[in-house]
């Protein structure tokens, strides 16, 4: 009895079938995202500018409006680390605290981008037929917009209309919010007005190939409704290119904002947005081109770090890189 | 494929109805008219004024006598700019805009191209990941970082190049490399890309077996099919050339159509910022179609139904 069960267990481990570590597109994505070291830099770099943006009250040296005429133009030194611009205001100080305005903006239009496009593209390429022709018309007739006037127009357009203070209107209500948001909330809608529709095109081109795959046959053959079918089989398909899209798209919109501020339709003063500093520092960089030439450093960092990181991205995202 | 075309221009024609009703209500929806001034003038003279360029009229009177206006290329009176219609402006400052547009594409090509072309054909060596560190710089860095300072360097340090401003082909220099590094930095991803896809492909194979020398491989066969997607590329990058350099012109006080496009919203100069803008979308949607019909010229295996 006892040999038989030996034997039994025996027999039960030599043919065991060994672990297997598990197979997950996230896990394994991760993995290989971690092995590129420039997306990792991109990353790290991500999270400092976040850490910077969030707890900018704390890293400061000083606030943002502090400004001491005496110090006018004061060259970068023991006091103001990078120097201070026309009012005396430490231009490092400024510099964390546009931090805030251009990682806001950013993710507010990747988040627009991705909820609105996304969910666009889907319906509109699930569907398939008049439905996909019409709202794809829709998305062609705006992509034959120049974005960038449009963006302007209507930037001129809140900041002229809803600049009353009548209480009780729906104007003041609007400008109110943007007040309060620090002059943001009409470039909020200035670029989520454009941004959904790279990524409702890119859902959109997906979303017709997937609906030909035979498990979304399948599960329709097993009773699923059609929206069933789009949240529980297509979106998932779909989140990691449109993670890419929309990590590659954000430096795309860090700059449409830092230009409307450098043309002054963006953030009010004395809020600082890395683009006002620049154009502040561009009128005095006969003299003092730091000025200029430090928020520019600061955008650019910025961007790359997205590059970097949404290229890392779709290099571990890419199934066929196995 | 002439079926396809001619669907294709006829699309155009909404596409710009649109643009062109949706820019003229913005415009009037700003509020503040041409005519107002810091000393507002009497009232009998503005109502004179709006009477003569037909401001009184209800809008959508005065939007189908654009559009009839349009239509036989007259774009309406400059309100800012007395002397000057809105057909003399463009014609003034336009010509501006596209020369940067296209000194700007060629940079983008002479430099993208062969960055491209070269990090292909010796990949994982050293030059493919300076080229291609190369261009991921080229795409990260703004043109409002990179103007600055590249003033600063050339102009104000070394004293090499004027500062700013349009005229002579030193200030083309500077505002060129800005606004066409970037093309230059995407050229040179894409060119890689289709590269190394050629290169792997039987028929260069052949080429090499038949004793071809690999200078006439490269240029005369892996060359000419890899350039495919760069050319569909080409078209909506020089559309986005022309359109996006606003920002450079700004920096380097250029006097193009982008600047003056500003000055004429903030002068609520209504006609130049509709006629600016309906340009801008005709390049854009031209050079989509233009891209559209030559790519299946190009490549035989593309037939539109």
């Not at chain 1, 929309?246 to 043309?263: D, N, Q, R």
Request: hydrophobic share 50%; charged share 15%.
């Amino acid at each position: 009895m006892e040999v038989k069960i030996k034997e039994k267990e025996k027999f039960e481990n030599e043919t065991a079938i060994p672990e297997r570590p598990e197979v997950n597109l996230w896990k394994d994505a991760f993995r290989r995202l971690l092995k590129n070291k420039m997306a990792v830099l991109g990353g790290i770099i991500v999270i400092v500018l976040l850490i910077l943006a969030i707890f900018a009250p704390y890293i400061a040296p000083y606030h943002f409006t502090k400004g001491n005429l005496v110090d006018n133009y004061a060259k970068p030194g023991q006091k103001y680390l990078l120097g201070a611009d026309f009012m005396g205001r430490d231009l490092l100080s400024r510099i964390i605290y546009g931090t805030r305005i251009s990682l806001s903006v950013g993710i507010v239009g990747a988040v627009t981008a991705f909820i609105i496009g996304v969910l666009y593209g889907v319906v509109s390429g699930y569907y398939g037929g008049k439905i996909d022709n019409v709202m794809m018309r829709f998305v062609d007739i705006m992509y034959g917009f120049p974005t960038l006037l449009l963006i302007i127009l209507m930037m001129v357009l809140f900041k002229s209309t809803f600049a009353v203070t009548t209480p009780g209107t729906f104007a003041a209500t609007l400008s109110a919010i943007d007040r309060a948001f620090g002059g943001l909330f009409f470039i909020f809608i200035g670029i989520g007005v454009t941004a959904w529709l790279g990524m409702a095109r890119i859902a959109r081109g997906m979303a017709l190939s997937l609906r030909e795959k035979e498990f979304v046959e399948a599960a329709r053959a097993t009773g699923n409704s059609n929206l069933q079918i789009m949240l529980k089989h297509i979106l998932p398909n779909l989140i990691g290119p449109c993670i890419v899209g929309v990590t590659l798209a954000i430096p795309g919109y860090i700059t449409f904002e830092a230009f409307l501020s450098f043309i002054g339709l963006g953030v009010n003063p004395p809020t600082p947005s890395w683009g006002m500093l620049i154009s502040e520092g561009y009128q005095a960089m006969r003299s003092y081109p730091h000025l200029a030439i430090y928020p520019g450093l600061a955008l650019a960092i910025t961007m790359m770090a997205f590059n970097f990181l949404g290229d890392g991205l779709r290099d571990a995202l890419d199934p066929r890189m196995k | 494929m002439i079926n396809y075309i001619i669907r294709r221009v006829l699309w155009a024609i909404p596409v710009l109805l649109i643009i062109s009703l949706v820019t003229f209500s913005l415009a009037h929806v700003i509020p503040g008219g041409p005519f107002d001034r810091e000393k507002p003038l009497p009232k009998e003279i503005i109502a004179n004024l709006e009477a003569y360029y037909g401001l009184d009229d209800p809008l959508w009177k005065q939007y189908t006598d654009y559009l009839w206006n349009a239509l036989h290329g007259d774009f309406g009176p400059s309100y800012s700019s007395r002397s000057r219609t809105v057909n003399d402006i463009i014609n003034a400052h336009f010509p501006v805009s596209a020369q940067l547009g296209v000194l700007a594409l060629i940079v983008a090509m002479v430099v993208g191209i062969p960055l491209g072309m070269v990090s292909a054909l010796k990949q994982n060596s050293f030059i493919d990941y300076f080229c291609m560190f190369f261009a991921l710089l080229g795409v990260s860095v703004p043109a409002m970082t990179l103007g600055p300072l590249l003033i600063w360097f050339f102009a104000l340090t070394l004293h090499i190049l004027p500062v700013a401003r349009w005229g002579t082909w030193q200030q083309a220099i500077m505002p060129a490399f800005t606004l066409g590094i970037g093309g230059a930095a995407l050229l040179a991803r894409l060119t890689r890309a289709s590269m190394l896809q050629v290169i792997r492909e039987d028929y260069i194979r052949t080429a090499r077996s038949k004793g071809v020398s690999e200078k006439n491989v490269t240029v005369h066969h892996a060359l000419k099919n890899a350039l495919i997607p760069v050319v569909t590329v080409i078209g909506p990058m020089f559309a986005a050339l022309v359109t996006g350099s606003l920002i450079v012109e700004q920096i380097f006080a250029i006097p193009g159509c982008g600047k003056y496009f500003i000055t004429s919203i903030t002068n609520r100069d209504y006609p130049v910022v509709l006629g600016i803008m309906l340009l801008y979308a005709f390049i854009i949607i031209i050079a989509n179609l233009f891209v559209d019909i030559t790519y299946s010229w190009i490549d035989p295996r593309i037939r539109y139904t």
